[in-house]
């Protein structure tokens, strides 16, 4: 690691942090960037997971009046099911042969850039969503076992499978976009706590690029937030789903042509 590597990280930091703060897929710009400044790959998203953790928290305690006691109450097999997923996916990923992980990153942010790019969809859908009243036992299960799947995506990888979940709690009956918003943000930070504590005991990840990517983190998700009101979420949409697309170009280029 030189100079040019920090800077890189900061910046990229801050980058993922802000657009995390307006339309999500920071991961998109911190994981990458960690992968260039010469981090192994499984270091890389352990690295990742821990650096943009604290804004997700703190995204979460932004919506604080969305979450309600009962709301809380009515989610709480998906929140018993995040944690245990994620802890598997987390061990999952550690498990994994790095050569193998190499060659499932080109496919893992494709999967996530076309989940990304299709959140608009969803999100419509979400908006229309509405339920009388509360799932079904059989509705509730089943979600839960989709949430379990989702859950074991955060602790392997992670990047745009909040969308997935956003439709998840729109078919538990809960209409209000910001309650929506507010438990998504929950359940990512629930499972990325798992996944943190996973990587740091197992000693994945590597702490001068994830504290310097905390700070530039941390700026970035404050900035973002201040100017989210004035930015355009659907501009912001389409430069991350442009820099997911190039990356993922871009690993399938490095991983399966040039070898």
């Not at 920090?6 to 995390?20: Q, S």
């Not at 990512?188 to 702490?207: E, H, K, L, Q, S």
């Not at 001068?208 to 998700?221: D, N, R, S």
Request: overall charge positive; glycine content about 12%.
């Amino acid at each position: 690691m030189n100079s040019h590597h920090y800077v890189l990280l900061f910046f990229a930091a801050a980058a993922g942090g802000t657009v995390n703060s307006v339309a999500g897929g920071g991961g998109f710009i911190a994981f990458p960037s960690l992968l260039f400044a010469g981090v192994p790959s499984i270091n890389a998203n352990a690295t990742s997971t821990v650096a943009l953790w604290p804004g997700t928290l703190a995204s979460t305690g932004a919506y604080r009046r969305a979450l309600s006691v009962e709301l809380l109450r009515r989610i709480l097999p998906l929140i018993i099911i995040t944690f245990l997923g994620s802890m598997v996916g987390s061990m999952l990923l550690l498990k994994t042969r790095q050569s193998t992980f190499d060659k499932l990153i080109p496919w893992l942010l494709l999967g996530a850039t076309l989940l990304f790019s299709f959140s608009g969809k969803v999100n419509s859908w979400v908006k229309r969503h509405h339920s009388e009243s509360g799932p079904s036992a059989m509705r509730t299960a089943g979600i839960t076992v989709l949430q379990a799947c989702a859950a074991v995506y955060i602790g392997y990888f992670g990047a745009g499978v909040g969308i997935v979940m956003l439709a998840l709690l729109a078919m538990m009956g809960i209409e209000n976009i910001h309650s929506l918003n507010g438990l998504k943000t929950l359940l990512a930070t629930c499972g990325n706590a798992v996944a943190v504590v996973v990587f740091i005991i197992a000693r994945a990840v590597f702490w001068p690029q994830a504290l310097v990517m905390i700070f530039g983190g941390a700026l970035g998700g404050y900035v973002g937030a201040w100017y989210a009101q004035k930015m355009d979420p659907r501009s912001v949409r389409y430069i991350v789903i442009a820099i997911g697309c190039s990356m993922t170009a871009y690993f399938f280029w490095k991983t399966y042509i040039r070898g």
